[in-house]
């Protein structure tokens, strides 16, 4: 498997994704500059956390203009795996590869800590190797993180199985202190219609292994390998 992360003046999760790919699923990764429009063929993609462009103007609106991301968009289109983390899930709404944006957090703060998810689905290629209703820990840190729709596309959202993870406790019930950031409807992650794009908040890439601290991040990158092999 071969795959590439993207990088942005700002991205400081692009190594931790490196790794994530390389160590799982042992094949090359491209490490494909924000400027550069020509990218190599590759299995998947991956849109890093940080901070691109300093975050100026909005969260993710001037790296949407990059070069690169309409070749992200065009791949996605061609149906390869596009996985957006943090500030590459608030890319992926600003490209419109995703529904919804990504605004700032309820508390107003910044939230860094290790926070519960419940899989919703397992129909995508990044969360086969998962079991449904199953709650892992991932780590969150950022600033606007709260997912917000119109409530036409909510319903379409839950009506095709496309909310990925939800914020729970450690139990797996919905409860307002398990939501970092009040994003509606506890919402975590999303997949466009062809489920082959996903965007979430989480770290999934910074909890692959134990001397990390844990590795549920890990089927993810394993159920990617397993949809492209």
């Given at each position: 498997?071969?795959?590439?992360?993207?990088?942005?003046?700002?991205?400081?999760?692009?190594?931790?994704?490196?790794?994530?790919?390389?160590?799982?699923?042992?094949?090359?990764?491209?490490?494909?500059?924000?400027?550069?429009?020509?990218?190599?063929?590759?299995?998947?993609?991956?849109?890093?956390?940080g901070?691109?462009?300093?975050?100026?103007?909005?969260?993710?609106?001037?790296?949407?203009?990059?070069?690169?991301?309409?070749?992200?968009?065009?791949?996605?289109?061609?149906?390869?795996?596009?996985?957006?983390?943090?500030?590459?899930?608030?890319?992926?709404?600003?490209?419109?590869?995703?529904?919804?944006?990504?605004?700032?957090?309820?508390?107003?703060?910044?939230?860094?800590?290790?926070?519960?998810?419940?899989?919703?689905?397992?129909t995508?290629?990044?969360?086969?190797?998962?079991?449904?209703?199953?709650?892992?820990?991932?780590?969150?840190?950022?600033?606007?993180g709260n997912?917000?729709?119109?409530?036409?596309?909510?319903?379409?959202?839950?009506?095709?199985?496309?909310v990925?993870?939800?914020?729970?406790?450690?139990?797996?019930?919905?409860?307002?202190?398990?939501?970092?950031?009040?994003?509606?409807?506890?919402?975590?992650?999303?997949l466009?219609?062809?489920?082959?794009?996903?965007?979430?908040?989480?770290?999934?890439?910074r909890?692959?292994?134990?001397?990390?601290g844990?590795?549920?991040?890990?089927?993810?990158?394993?159920?990617?390998?397993?949809?492209?092999?």
């Amino acid at each position: 498997m071969k795959s590439a992360v993207i990088v942005f003046p700002g991205s400081n999760c692009d190594r931790d994704a490196q790794t994530a790919l390389r160590d799982v699923t042992g094949g090359e990764v491209v490490m494909q500059w924000h400027g550069d429009a020509d990218m190599p063929d590759v299995d998947a993609i991956v849109v890093p956390g940080g901070f691109s462009y300093g975050d100026y103007l909005r969260c993710g609106a001037i790296a949407g203009n990059s070069p690169v991301m309409r070749e992200v968009v065009k791949r996605a289109e061609m149906g390869v795996p596009v996985l957006g983390i943090c500030n590459g899930f608030q890319v992926l709404t600003e490209v419109g590869l995703l529904p919804g944006v990504l605004m700032r957090n309820a508390d107003l703060k910044f939230v860094c800590r290790d926070v519960f998810l419940r899989v919703e689905t397992t129909t995508s290629p990044f969360t086969t190797q998962y079991t449904p209703g199953q709650v892992i820990k991932v780590p969150v840190a950022h600033h606007d993180g709260n997912y917000v729709t119109d409530a036409d596309t909510l319903k379409l959202l839950q009506d095709q199985d496309r909310v990925a993870f939800r914020y729970v406790d450690a139990t797996g019930a919905r409860t307002p202190g398990a939501n970092p950031n009040g994003a509606m409807d506890d919402i975590a992650g999303v997949l466009n219609e062809k489920r082959n794009v996903l965007g979430m908040m989480p770290h999934p890439e910074r909890l692959i292994d134990q001397v990390l601290g844990g590795t549920d991040g890990r089927a993810m990158f394993e159920s990617v390998l397993a949809a492209v092999a």
